[in-house]
């Protein structure tokens, strides 16, 4: 048996992440067994900068470098032999991002990448779904985000069609519904002429929102959340305050504000495209990224 510490490090518009997983191989041509070791999550809101002041503030910048340098500690501790730092929409927007990028790697050697929106939606759609994917139906991938929401189609294991748009939590929390309406209306476009013909149609969810969405749901793993849920969740939360979001539900103070756009988004792509059913399969970013860096395609 072979065992192999991977990392990947998510570095989002609300959050950064840093997931260590075990990689287990128990004979030569064996399929690996990828086993979550560690998850570290910092709460640095890049979005909130880069969507507004069009850079990342200074004070952002500093703690972005004090993360770097706790994770590459904590990755030494962990044994880690080989990880990828890929950064989405916050950085790739802000006038500074490629300079900071640049200072956190002469002060921390940790080299980040900043990946497009298809290129993260690839990287995403690589883990593994074949829990979830069934060869006669059709699936819309949904990923939300801070800063951008990334959208597949996929039809008998086949992507079909693919797009990322500049809607996510961190930006609807700052931008009024008559400066994100276009977009909105894009999105709803291009979701009804992608989905029309398709039938047996069910979305996957994908990112921190969804998976504490499904969490509240008490489901177990595997079962998908209905329409209606979504629905009567969606209002139960609109109805509470952002202080009773983190006394009663338990949230993060910087999840307790971005969960009820989430759940938006996540409602609409259902509704647009005749969905029922959302799974929600825990995957992310940082998964897609070391499931990549094990079969070398990053």
Not at 18 to 29: A, D, F, P, Q, S
Not at 41 to 50: E, F, H, T
Not at 262 to 287: F, H
Request: aromatic share 8%; net charge positive; hydrophobic share 40%.
């Amino acid at each position: 048996m072979k065992i192999e510490k991977l990392a990947g490090i998510d570095i989002g518009s609300n959050a950064v992440r840093l997931l260590v997983t075990n990689v287990i191989t128990e004979k030569k041509g064996g399929n690996p067994i990828f086993k979550k070791s560690a998850l570290v999550r910092v709460p640095i809101r890049l979005g909130a900068d880069s969507f507004i002041k069009g850079k990342i503030s200074e004070e952002n910048k500093i703690r972005m470098i004090k993360a770097m340098k706790a994770f590459r500690l904590l990755m030494e501790i962990h044994g880690v032999k080989k990880y990828k730092a890929c950064a989405t929409s916050a950085m790739r927007e802000a006038s500074n991002g490629i300079e900071v990028a640049n200072e956190i790697f002469n002060k921390t050697s940790v080299k980040i990448d900043i990946i497009d929106g298809k290129k993260e939606a690839a990287i995403i759609f690589s883990t593994d779904l074949s829990n979830i994917i069934e060869r006669d139906k059709s699936y819309l991938y949904v990923d939300v985000g801070g800063g951008s929401t990334e959208f597949t189609i996929f039809s008998s294991g086949k992507i079909l069609n693919s797009k990322s748009f500049k809607i996510g939590t961190v930006r609807l929390l700052n931008f009024s519904k008559s400066e994100t309406k276009e977009i909105w209306n894009e999105i709803e476009i291009w979701i009804k002429a992608n989905t029309q013909n398709l039938t047996k149609l069910s979305l996957i969810g994908s990112g921190g929102n969804i998976n504490k969405i499904f969490k509240l749901s008490g489901k177990q793993l595997g079962t998908p959340l209905s329409l209606i849920y979504m629905k009567a969740h969606y209002h139960f939360l609109k109805k509470m305050t952002y202080e009773q979001r983190i006394l009663e539900l338990s949230l993060n103070p910087d999840r307790a504000d971005v969960i009820v756009p989430a759940t938006k988004i996540y409602l609409s792509a259902m509704e647009w495209s005749g969905a029922t059913k959302i799974y929600v399969p825990k995957i992310g970013l940082a998964d897609g990224i070391i499931k990549s860096i094990y079969f070398n395609k990053l």
